[in-house]
């Protein structure tokens, strides 16, 4: 485990020096970097940054500004990636107040 925390802080430490000379180069700029990368080496990054759902072909993070977007190999940019539906919580009171209201406009 200390070796994967290694490599990774190891990487994120040149992902921000190479962040940090972009923004020098393009202050005004937007900038964001896509990286594609084979599955295994995308599944090992992707599993160091946070819990999230392991299905995802992309992910990404910010640093100094700028979007690094992490994908893996052979997944199309432009396809839209679904995320998990979130439920809304409704109170007891809403839903009642929502029942009562649809029954009497039907009826």
Same mark, same amino acid.
């Given at each position: +485990?200390? $070796?994967?925390? =290694? %490599? !990774?802080?190891?990487? *994120?430490?040149?992902?921000? +020096?190479?962040?940090?000379? *972009?923004?020098? *180069?393009?202050?005004?700029? /937007?900038?964001?970097?896509?990286? $594609?990368?084979?599955?295994? $080496?995308?599944?090992? @990054? /992707?599993?160091?940054?946070?819990?999230?759902?392991? =299905?995802?072909?992309?992910? &990404?993070? #910010? !640093?100094?500004?700028? #979007?690094?977007?992490? +994908? /893996?190999? %052979? @997944? =199309?940019?432009?396809?839209?990636? #679904?995320?998990?539906?979130?439920?809304? &919580?409704?109170?007891?009171?809403?839903?009642?107040? &929502? =029942?009562?209201?649809?029954?009497?406009?039907? %009826?």
């Amino acid at each position: +485990m200390e $070796e994967n925390k =290694n %490599g !990774i802080d190891e990487r *994120l430490e040149k992902l921000a +020096m190479i962040t940090d000379a *972009l923004e020098t *180069l393009f202050p005004n700029g /937007q900038t964001a970097i896509i990286l $594609e990368l084979e599955k295994d $080496e995308f599944k090992s @990054v /992707q599993k160091n940054f946070r819990d999230i759902d392991r =299905n995802h072909k992309r992910f &990404k993070i #910010e !640093i100094s500004n700028i #979007e690094i977007i992490f +994908m /893996q190999a %052979g @997944v =199309n940019f432009e396809e839209k990636v #679904e995320e998990p539906k979130k439920e809304k &919580k409704v109170s007891g009171f809403k839903k009642i107040f &929502k =029942n009562l209201f649809t029954s009497k406009i039907s %009826g």
